[in-house]
């Protein structure tokens, strides 16, 4: 994880491409709009299809850069399966972090959606992003080893993730609609049940992906 971050912060790419995507496509909805009022659930859909594919723009990167520079097989080399896909999720985790910390605060000063309850919101975001991270790790390493990289990831991760962004979206809603812990504890619920489930059977799976020559 401190590699690749060290190596994030020294050339951007990754961050910078996640939250120009996430900022490009925020301006163009906001445009779209215009004076319109939206209801919150409308509100909550725009934000979570912002972040997953201002995410899929850049999350594949964490594995497809090791193969192109040489570096897999010097990882594979010199660090267990378990530590590598540990390292490379908690990386995910921090960039897909960064970007909803960027793109909260815009989305709220251009398109003023209802004062959420933060708590709420900032629990749901957390666990969302925790879903999103574990899932896209093991299938960047997977793209990495195919051809048109830039394209299958977004491709994969659509069907994985979905029912991911559907309960995203109604949480979201819910802390919109200034409403409870109560009314979200559903959704949260299955939020944190599908991270544990994705990562663990991600990291039981990943040595036969990495090691797969």
């Known amino acids: ?7 994030e912060f020294r050339s951007r790419f990754a961050l910078n491409t996640l939250l120009m995507f996430a900022l490009t496509t925020l ?13 919150p659930g409308v509100h909550a859909a725009l934000l979570w299809i912002i972040i997953f594919f201002s995410a899929m723009s850049g999350l594949g990167r964490v594995f497809v850069k090791e193969e192109e520079a040489g570096t897999g097989q010097a990882l594979r080399l010199s660090a267990s399966p ?15 972090g960064a970007l909803v910390v960027f793109i909260l605060p815009f989305y709220y000063l251009m398109m003023t959606p209802p004062s959420p309850r933060v708590a709420l ?7 969302g992003v925790f879903c999103l991270a574990g899932s896209t790790t093991i299938l960047a390493a997977i793209v990495s080893r ?11 991760s659509f069907p994985i993730l979905l029912p991911v962004l559907i309960t995203s979206i ?3 809603q819910t802390a919109m609609l200034g409403q409870g812990w109560g009314e979200a504890l559903q959704d949260l619920q299955f939020l944190f049940a ?20």
Not at 1 to 7: F, I, N, V
Not at 27 to 39: D, H
Not at 121 to 127: D, G, K, R, S, W
């Open 146 to 156: 195919a051809g048109g990289k830039n394209s299958l990831l977004p491709i994969l």
């Open 194 to 213: 599908y991270g544990v489930v994705i990562v663990t059977a991600s990291a039981m799976l990943f040595s036969y992906v990495w090691n797969d020559s």
């Open 121 to 127: 919101l900032a629990a749901v975001c957390f666990l």
């Open 82 to 96: 378990g530590l590598v896909f540990t390292g490379k999720l908690l990386f995910n985790f921090f960039l897909v």
């Open 170 to 172: 109604s949480a979201t």
């Open 27 to 39: 301006v163009v909805v906001s445009f779209a709009v215009g004076i319109y009022s939206l209801e």
């Open 1 to 7: 994880m401190w590699k690749d971050l060290t190596e």
